[in-house]
């Protein structure tokens, strides 16, 4: 049986305070890729009470990202954006979520982003991470960016790490390993990662990045 609304906020408030829970609710963050990083990061934010997630992805469920991705068997062929919309509402019924089955571009990436208050870049591709960070930082210096570098192979979790590059961009992983050269993306380092993206969104909202 699904909690009310109000059993739900009551449940949050309860184990973060209402003081957080308020901010945690009134946010909306931009997913950039629903992969190892992206599914998992959109989970935790779900869990945590975000109040809306935009999620941005071009790609299908494939049988290979089932291993560390946030998706299920009978998923396989669906979208990523409408599979873990599914997933989102059977973790958090009342979230409100905005998908955009796109791959984001210099020319749309405006459209697709100007909603949120903080983007997190979740994608696989060197280049892809490239242009969507510098979109951001040149062109909407307003908004806080969340990106991922390094999350590759069997190296120790304690190298994951989050730095903070400017005052509104941080940098999460180890910065070093790269999926060619380690030759393997295991579920736990990639979730690690993702943890580290999410939990420095909470700590954004929440007033607690130190200067």
Known sequence: M???KKEWDEALIKRQGEEIQKKFAGASIAICG????????????????????LLVDFDSVDIANLHRQQYKANQIGK??????LEN????????DIEIHTAYVTEENAAHLLQGADIICEAFDNAECKAMLTNIVLETMPDKYFVAASGMAGM?????IQTRKITEKFFLCGDETSDV?????LVAPRVMLCAAHQAHTVLRILAGKIEN
């Open 79 to 84: 979208y990523k954006t409408e599979a873990l």
């Open 34 to 53: 629903l992969g190892g990083l992206g599914s998992n990061i959109a989970v935790s934010l779900a869990r945590a009470g975000i109040g809306k997630l």
């Open 180 to 184: 060619a050269e380690a030759g393997s």
């Open 2 to 4: 699904i909690p009310t």
């Open 88 to 95: 989102l509402k059977e973790i958090a019924p009342y979230m």
């Open 155 to 159: 190296g120790s979790a304690n190298s």
